[in-house]
Each structure stands twice: as structure tokens, then as C-alpha cells.
């Protein structure tokens, strides 16, 4: 490897150096403290999904038939993200999607 760099010339061997110093205190910063944040968040994110899938859950009941729209409105998630909930009670078997695309999508209660 060595050889390798010398012949390409000394800017790319510095360059390399540079590099690998980097990501050696890239990766001792990230093993200190960085970890137990990113897990806190983790949970965080996750109690705030259930919590989400769950008011998604009984809206649907409530309503019987329910639109990507009224999880946007009701939720204040983006659409995207309604569609994933969506999606998501749709294979644990709470719903049903009646409709493939766009607009005409509706989602009811299973029975």
C-alpha cells in the first residue's frame, strides 16, 4: 500500500494521512458520548410512534373509513408518513386499503 501511494505522488500520500486521522477521531468522539444520546432518542422516537400508531388505530374505529388526509390533519404528521402508519395497520391486519393510488385511497376498519 505504501509503494502504492509513493508512486502516485507526495499531495495524494498527505491526503491519505489526512484521511485516516480524521476518521480516527471521528470515531473516537462518536464511541464517547454520542451513543447513549442516540438511544435516548431512539426511545423517544419510538414511544412517539406507538403513541401515533395508536391514536391512528382509534380513529379508524371511530370513523370506520379513514383518508391519508385525516391522519395528516389529525396527527400533524407529513404525508409520507401517514402512509407508513397507514401501511403499517394494514399489515398487522386493523385495516383494510380499498383503492391502489392517488386520492382514492381509503383505508376501513377490518372486521
Request: glycine residues 8%; aromatic residues 4%; contains cysteine.
Amino acid at each position: 500500500m505504501l509503494k502504492r501511494i509513493i508512486t502516485l505522488g507526495a499531495g495524494v500520500a498527505v491526503g491519505y494521512i489526512l484521511a485516516q486521522k480524521v476518521a480516527q477521531k471521528t470515531e473516537k468522539m462518536s464511541d464517547n458520548k454520542s451513543r447513549p444520546h442516540q438511544l435516548q432518542m431512539n426511545v423517544i422516537k419510538k414511544s412517539a410512534y406507538t403513541k401515533n400508531i395508536n391514536r391512528l388505530k382509534d380513529l379508524a374505529e371511530e370513523r370506520q373509513e379513514i383518508s391519508n388526509r385525516d391522519v395528516v390533519a389529525e396527527l400533524g404528521v407529513s404525508q409520507k408518513t401517514a402512509r407508513n402508519y397507514c401501511n403499517e395497520l394494514v399489515k398487522r391486519g386493523s385495516l383494510q386499503k380499498i383503492g391502489s393510488t392517488g386520492r382514492g385511497v381509503k383505508f376501513i376498519v377490518k372486521k
